[in-house]
């Protein structure tokens, strides 16, 4: 806001006004029905100047159209920034082609799971597994691993207390192995063992500890 408020108390009256007039006589509305591509249009629901209703009438008017809107007046994209972000991120996630999102899930899952791990997943594919190996890097790490809402370090920290309760040893030992990836410390994975003890059972998290231990020996003899 404060770079908006010196952007304009730098600019000349004059022009400024002159600006103002021309778009006050500016109408393409008349255009809209030309327009082929996905559009999203977010507006203000206290927006007093461009008001909810004039939303409306765009996207009636654009084959197509989405409207997303937000609790704010004339700035949206400054007074609900996240809200904004995550409604233009969710717009441009829903443009992507399969291949686009496919490859943007295997740059996440390389990030998070390691070089290794996924060139040995490749070079196992099979045409058995093929297909839910793509569904995997395009669905788990294109779509969900890359959402905004949550970080890569959260999500592990969540990915290791809900796989603990699953008791899906497999998928806990990659996840526990991953979480260095995403700055997960030692510490913070007992901790997530130590409440897992209280809301998945004794059991479970007994072999978690028994299996953390295990990927942390592996890790301290490889260095």
């Known amino acids: 806001?404060?770079?908006?408020?010196?952007?304009?108390?730098?600019?000349d009256a004059e022009s400024y006004a002159d600006c103002c007039d021309a778009l006050a006589e500016a109408d393409l509305r008349h255009e809209l029905a030309a327009i082929h591509l996905p559009v999203?249009?977010?507006?203000?629901?206290?927006?007093?100047?461009?008001?909810?209703a004039d939303a409306e009438a765009l996207v009636a008017q654009i084959q197509g159209a989405?409207?997303?809107?937000?609790p704010a007046s004339h700035l949206s994209s400054v007074e609900m920034w996240l809200a904004f972000n995550r409604a233009l991120q969710s717009f441009l996630a829903a443009q992507l082609t399969q291949h686009q999102r496919y490859q943007q899930g295997m740059t996440v899952r390389r990030a998070v799971l390691?070089?290794?791990?996924?060139?040995?997943?490749?070079?196992?594919?099979?045409?058995?597994?093929?297909?839910?190996?793509?569904?995997?890097?395009?669905?788990?790490?294109?779509?969900?691993w890359t959402r905004p809402g949550l970080a890569r370090h959260t999500r592990s920290l969540i990915t290791i207390g809900m796989l603990i309760a699953l008791n899906r040893e497999a998928?806990?030992?990659?996840?526990?192995?991953?979480?260095?990836?995403?700055?997960?410390?030692?510490?913070?994975?007992?901790?997530?063992?130590?409440?897992?003890?209280?809301?998945?059972?004794?059991?479970?998290?007994?072999?978690?500890?028994?299996?953390?231990?295990a990927v942390f020996d592996e890790q301290d003899n490889a260095r």
Request: aromatic content about 6%; charged content about 20%.
């Open 1 to 11: 806001m404060q770079t908006l408020l010196t952007q304009l108390r730098s600019c």
């Open 66 to 70: 989405q409207l997303a809107v937000l």
């Open 171 to 213: 998928e806990l030992k990659m996840h526990l192995k991953a979480a260095f990836n995403n700055g997960v410390t030692r510490d913070e994975i007992k901790e997530v063992l130590m409440h897992a003890a209280l809301y998945c059972g004794l059991p479970a998290s007994n072999a978690a500890f028994h299996l953390a231990q």
């Open 40 to 52: 999203l249009v977010i507006a203000g629901r206290d927006d007093e100047v461009t008001t909810v």
């Open 114 to 144: 390691g070089e290794t791990h996924v060139d040995r997943t490749l070079e196992n594919l099979s045409p058995l597994n093929e297909e839910f190996q793509h569904f995997i890097s395009r669905y788990a790490w294109g779509e969900i």
